[in-house]
């Protein structure tokens, strides 16, 4: 798999793969958050059809030879059992190679998710606002300063403390510049900000 942050190219083990049921991985090199995608609708549907057909053959079978060689009943419920188990240790390894092979991961837009909120509610405030979180109590009465983006040590990058967008001096389109504290964290993008600084009495 490869990161759309940093194209650093990682395999999907097993433990990452049950790790991640909903699909979002990190990156272990940046540390990113992105989740799988597939271009189109139907290759899932046609990569795991012919599982579900193969397997259903594989019942009709059993059940026609129980029939003509008069297999006991608990006999054949064990054989159920496991093709069953066979079966979806198949899926199970297929779906990890039709993940690593046909899906690819993109990255999470909080720009996006940002307009969105904006556009479907006008002009977000107060608690409902899905940028507000526990963090947001360590914002009252606090004074910020507009600087060019500077890391902390160790680090490459950070996040709006609100809506999560990039800061960077190594990532193209990431945010160079934001509000910070006299300390240099956490960091708020300019959007954030004007949003932000009546409900908190930010000063700049």
């Keep these: 798999m490869r990161c759309p942050y940093c194209s650093h190219e990682f395999p999907l083990t097993r433990e990452r793969y049950f790790g991640a049921v909903t699909g979002k991985h990190t990156c272990p090199n940046c540390m990113e958050i992105s989740r799988l995608k597939c271009e189109s609708w139907w290759i899932p549907v046609v990569f795991y059809s012919k599982y579900l057909f193969g397997f259903l053959a594989i019942l009709i079978l059993v059940t026609i030879l129980a029939i003509f060689f008069d297999i006991p ?40 998710q940002y307009f969105k909120k904006i556009k479907e509610n006008d002009k977000y405030q107060g608690d409902d606002d899905w940028r507000i979180g526990p963090q947001s109590i360590d914002f009252n009465n606090l ?6 983006y500077s890391p902390q040590v160790g680090d490459d990058h950070d996040h709006c403390d609100f809506c999560g967008e990039k800061f960077s001096i190594i990532i193209e389109e990431a945010l160079k510049e934001g509000y910070v504290t006299e300390n240099g964290y956490p960091w708020v993008c300019k959007q954030c900000y004007e949003d932000f600084k ?3 009495n930010l000063t700049s």
């Design 73 to 112: 009943r608990n006999a054949l419920l064990v054989i159920k059992i496991i093709l069953i188990i066979k079966f979806a240790y198949v899926v199970l390894k297929a779906d990890m190679k039709h993940d690593e092979e046909v899906k690819k991961l993109v990255k999470i837009d909080h720009k996006e």
């Design 198 to 200: 009546e409900r908190f």
């Design 143 to 148: 004074k910020l300063y507009f600087r060019q």
